[in-house]
């Protein structure tokens, strides 16, 4: 089994900075792609940004050049680093990675708890 916990929520005034981080552990043999999603109060969850092993990123529109994904393969740990935030970034984001047990299984998809980011001054 493979356990993921994110850290670093909080409350962040609107124009300043809050990094989010995402651990992953457990029985692991690589990681594909991990990624944040984040879920405001009555709406659907939704994607923020993926990071694929080879470091490819994709983001939101809504966050392109304010949010930075980034991993740390050799710690099984992602990060995303939230600049300029503003009130409607305020959200539960959970974060995801795709493992395997070993070479020879198939990458299942593991999901944090959730961590609170709310935007207000």
């Known amino acids: 089994q493979v356990q993921v916990v994110e850290s670093g929520g909080g409350l962040v005034q609107p124009g300043g900075s809050l990094r989010l981080s995402c651990a992953a552990s457990g029985t692991i043999f690589d990681i594909n792609d991990m990624g944040w999603y984040r879920q405001a109060p009555g709406m659907q969850r939704e994607l923020v940004a993926t990071?694929?092993?080879?470091?490819?990123?994709n983001y939101a529109d809504s966050v392109k050049g304010r949010f930075t994904i980034s991993r740390d393969n050799a710690k099984n740990t992602m990060y995303l680093q939230i600049n300029s935030p503003k009130p409607e970034d305020t959200a539960v984001y959970y974060c995801h990675v795709d493992s395997r047990r070993d070479r020879n299984s198939p990458y299942l998809r593991f999901w944090g708890q959730g961590a609170q980011v709310t935007v207000s001054s």
């Open positions: 990071i694929g092993s080879g470091g490819l990123t």
